[in-house]
């Protein structure tokens, strides 16, 4: 938890569905059509998912992960 002038303080919020207006790629890569992300933070964690659609690949996770505060040295 964070600590501020002595008392603890928890916070908690999710945003869901963030979409991307716009995304590029290599010459290579499929188009990409659609991405998702939901984020989440909960106290010290911020949990995050990318889901992407492309040309032949429906809406599909692609990317999940967490991220935790450490304390301070």
Do not use: N
Request: proline share 4%.
């Amino acid at each position: 938890m964070t600590r501020y002038q002595g008392c603890q303080r928890q916070f908690s919020w999710i945003m869901k569905g963030i979409f991307a207006a716009r995304a590029t790629r290599t010459p290579t890569a499929l188009a990409v059509e659609q991405v998702e992300r939901d984020i989440e933070v909960v106290s010290d964690v911020l949990r995050y998912e990318l889901r992407m659609s492309m040309e032949s690949v429906p809406l599909t996770r692609h990317l999940v992960g967490e991220l935790r505060r450490t304390e301070e040295p």
